[in-house]
Each structure stands twice: as C-alpha cells, then as structure tokens.
C-alpha cells in the first residue's frame, strides 16, 4: 500500500488549494481514507474522510472543504483558507472497515503518505 500526497503550497488567506492522494495497493471502494493535519507545534488531527462515499469532516473544514475520490486518488479541495489552516496534511487509509465513529481516530488508520505542506500567509 502507498499513499502519495502532493498539492501543498503557499496561499493568501482566502486562497484556495488542491491536495491530491494517489493511492496504490488497495481499492478505495472498500477502505477509508482521510485527510488529517499537523499544525506546527500541535498534535494531529483529522479534517475529512470518505469510506464507501459518505463524506467525514471536522468542525474547522465544514463549509470550506470538500473531500472527493475517483478510482485510485482522493481529493481535499480546500477553499477560503485561513492562517489557522497552516499545517503539514497526511492522507491515511485504514485496513479496516470503520465505522463512523472512528472514522477521526487517527490511531486507527495503517498506511500514511509523506504529507504535503500547506502555508497560509499575506
């Protein structure tokens, strides 16, 4: 299983940005996989997750992000970004079915992509 995360970059506050996961190894049909972030001197946490295309979010990326998925590559297309959103962002898939209710556990997810910064700064 590989996960390869790429899209990063600087961006104005109100910018948007594009980041891609292309996967290999698994079907995304039957796993999920989600976006989680690091902010510089913060723990991880998670943003959005798709398993069997029902859609996950955390509170900060509702509204302002939008997660999506073709046959072997998911989508976190995030609009309106805020200097809060800086952080190094990681895809993730998970061996396991989950359910929805850990769907945000990121302790639950076995195979990590190299992360993609993201930069939101005037």
């Known amino acids: 299983v590989q996960l390869q995360a790429s899209g990063g970059g600087l961006v104005t506050p109100g910018g948007s940005l594009r980041l891609s996961c292309a996967v290999s190894?698994?079907?995304?049909?039957?796993?999920?996989i989600a976006w989680f972030r690091q902010p510089p001197g913060k723990e991880r946490e998670f943003v959005a997750g798709?398993?069997?295309?029902m859609k996950f979010y955390a509170h900060p990326a509702r509204g302002r992000f939008t997660i999506s998925r073709d046959i072997n590559t998911v989508h976190l297309q995030m609009n309106i970004l805020k200097p809060e959103d800086t952080a190094t962002y990681y895809c993730?898939?998970?061996?396991?079915?989950?359910?929805?209710?850990?769907?945000?556990?990121?302790?639950?997810?076995?195979?990590w992509g190299q992360g993609t910064l993201v930069t939101v700064s005037s």
């Open positions: 993730a898939s998970s061996s396991l079915r989950l359910p929805s209710g850990l769907m945000r556990d990121s302790t639950r997810y076995d195979y």
């Open positions: 798709i398993r069997n295309n």
């Open positions: 190894g698994f079907s995304l049909d039957d796993y999920p």
